[in-house]
């Protein structure tokens, strides 16, 4: 059974920083393309970063370009999501999503479609 386990959500002040982890379990994600997501109170759920498998190509929705960075540890299986500069903004439901897929294409890694599995989210708010 593959599961993606999120960690590192909390509560933090504007300004402040996060690292967020995503951890698999069931299989290696070494091969694959890996990303996150959030859903804010109200909205539908949004993209926020995009990693391929060698890590060679990260991608960022806009609004958190120059603040987020997305890494992975292929060894340990773990992606990661480095936020600083938090706005209250970002407060959302954030969730590690992995693809069957090495690469995705610009023209999609920002839906939901090709991603296969999905972790369950953790909470990120950030106060005002």
């Known amino acids: 059974q593959v599961q993606l386990v999120e960690f590192g959500g909390g509560l933090v002040q504007a300004g402040g920083s996060l690292r967020l982890s995503c951890t698999a379990s069931?299989?290696?994600?070494?091969?694959?393309?890996m990303a996150w997501f959030r859903q804010a109170p109200g909205k539908e759920r949004a993209f926020v970063a995009y990693?391929?498998?060698?890590?060679?190509?990260?991608e960022y929705a806009d609004s958190v370009k120059g603040r987020f960075t997305i890494s992975r540890d292929n060894a340990k299986n773990t992606v990661y999501l480095q936020m600083n500069s938090l706005k209250p903004e970002d407060t959302a439901v954030y969730y590690c999503?992995?693809?069957?897929?090495?690469?995705?294409?610009?023209?999609?890694?920002?839906?939901?479609?090709?991603?296969?599995?999905w972790g369950q989210g953790t909470q990120v708010t950030v106060s005002s």
């Open positions: 999503a992995g693809s069957k897929f090495s690469y995705i294409g610009s023209n999609n890694y920002s839906k939901m479609s090709p991603y296969d599995y």
């Open positions: 990693i391929s498998r060698s890590g060679g190509t990260a």
């Open positions: 069931g299989r290696s994600f070494s091969s694959n393309s």
